[in-house]
């Protein structure tokens, strides 16, 4: 039976990134994201609903966005699903939550005053494949490298089994 797993998500960050290294050196973070839905009810009501998701972003493009996305940013993304399911250790039962794995990404919007974030109306972006890509056009030295290149073809995805995340 075929399958496909793609997540498509534009929002603002609801938090600073949060990297870190694992032993073997592979940068991760860790990044929530609201994603909001405006709609009209039957009644004639205005309602907003907002999504929080939780992303995880592995090797240069974490480095990435740690270094340019704040609190608040807004990110273009494309991803896949992943479930983490665990044993609570205080109840001893099962726990699972719903990830989405970053792939791919770009920076939307310019720079607010103040932050040192990629200027433009839509700026870089960025595919782990080739991250020795030459940029397409060139670019101001505070923009981040630009490349076309399809998202890595790995289906599990950059992290190895055997490193210890350190969150």
């Known amino acids: 039976m075929a399958s496909f797993n793609k997540v498509i998500l534009l929002g603002n960050l609801t938090r600073d990134?949060?990297?870190?290294?694992?032993?073997?050196?592979?940068a991760i973070a860790r990044i929530g994201l609201a994603?909001?839905?405006k709609y009209s009810t039957d009644t004639g009501e205005t309602?907003?609903?907002?999504?929080?998701?939780?992303?995880d972003a592995w090797g240069k493009q974490a480095e990435l966005i740690s270094q340019y996305l704040r609190k608040g940013s807004p990110l273009f993304l494309e991803g896949r699903l992943k479930l983490d399911q665990w044993d609570d250790k205080n109840t001893g039962q099962k726990v699972s939550k719903l990830r989405v794995i970053l792939e791919t990404f770009q920076?939307?919007?310019g720079n607010r005053a103040g932050e040192g974030g990629p200027a433009?109306?839509?700026?870089?972006?960025y595919a782990?494949?080739?991250?020795s890509?030459?940029?397409?056009?060139?670019r101001p030295a505070s923009r981040p490298p630009t490349t076309s290149a399809p998202p890595s073809s790995d289906p599990e995805g950059p992290p190895p089994e055997e490193d210890d995340v350190p969150f």
């Not at 990134?17 to 592979?26: D, I, M």
């Not at 782990?128 to 991250?131: C, E």
């Not at 890509?133 to 060139?138: E, F, G, K, L, Y």
Request: aromatic fraction near 8%.
């Open 17 to 26: 990134p949060e990297l870190r290294y694992t032993p073997k050196g592979t």
């Open 35 to 37: 994603v909001n839905r």
């Open 47 to 55: 309602k907003e609903e907002v999504t929080f998701i939780d992303i």
């Open 107 to 109: 920076f939307v919007g």
């Open 120 to 125: 433009g109306s839509a700026t870089g972006s």
């Open 128 to 131: 782990p494949s080739a991250p």
């Open 133 to 138: 890509a030459a940029p397409s056009q060139p």
